[in-house]
């Protein structure tokens, strides 16, 4: 008898119900910042089966290439992969040989994973439906993680009007982004923010209004 029966209480697998079951975060960051706090996020993912969805081919090779530069091991694969490439990595995951598989969301759908701890979206998706296919994944048992780039902003607003709640913005205590075009270090003292806060404050007050209702 399922768990179900037994309390009585059924599981509801739309927008809304998987969004406020699963643990769900976003820190902002400029594009060419995602290498850099990925790293340092890392250092808090240890012994965890992530799996990482990014936008583009190029992007998924970069990551796994800077990460091998930091002497981290992953395994991407995307598009150009033969069949048995992709297969052999989804092997390797499943059996715990490599901790982080970095893909797009085309060849997500056709992986069967199994004891996903977290899902990192280093890229949101282009359609704001797909983020719920890879959250699923992590339903009530993981966690999901948003690097949110300027250009995210709206199609987080979309996920969050989809699924009446907002996302937990978190910070990396004193992450140091880089400016770049000098390459040289911000002044810490700056919020590794977005520049435009208050059109975010803004944005989230008019999304949060159609699911509020007044009083």
């Not at 290498?35 to 890392?42: A, V």
């Amino acid at each position: 008898m399922s768990e179900e029966s037994i309390t009585g209480t059924k599981k509801y697998y739309d927008y809304v119900s998987v969004g406020k079951r699963t643990e769900q975060t976003a820190y902002f960051v400029q594009q060419h910042d995602k290498n850099k706090m990925f790293e340092e996020l890392l250092k808090t993912l240890e012994n965890k089966q992530i799996l990482v969805l990014v936008k583009s081919k190029k992007s998924a090779d970069g990551l796994m290439e800077h990460l091998k530069s930091k002497e981290i091991t992953s395994l991407a694969v995307h598009g150009n992969h033969r069949a048995s490439q992709i297969e052999d990595a989804q092997t390797a995951f499943n059996s715990k040989e490599t901790t982080i598989l970095i893909t797009t969301g085309k060849i997500l759908e056709t992986l069967t994973l199994s004891d996903l701890h977290v899902v990192v979206n280093y890229d949101l998706p282009f359609e704001a439906s797909d983020y719920f296919k890879a959250l699923l994944l992590v339903d009530e048992i993981g966690r999901s993680i948003a690097l949110v780039d300027p250009e995210d902003e709206g199609i987080l607003a979309r996920i969050e009007l989809m699924m009446k709640c907002e996302m937990l913005e978190m910070e990396i205590e004193n992450f140091e982004h880089i400016n770049r075009t000098s390459a040289t270090p911000r002044d810490k003292t700056k919020k590794p923010r977005h520049k435009k806060v208050i059109q975010r404050a803004k944005r989230k007050a008019e999304i949060k209004s159609k699911w509020v209702p007044s009083t």
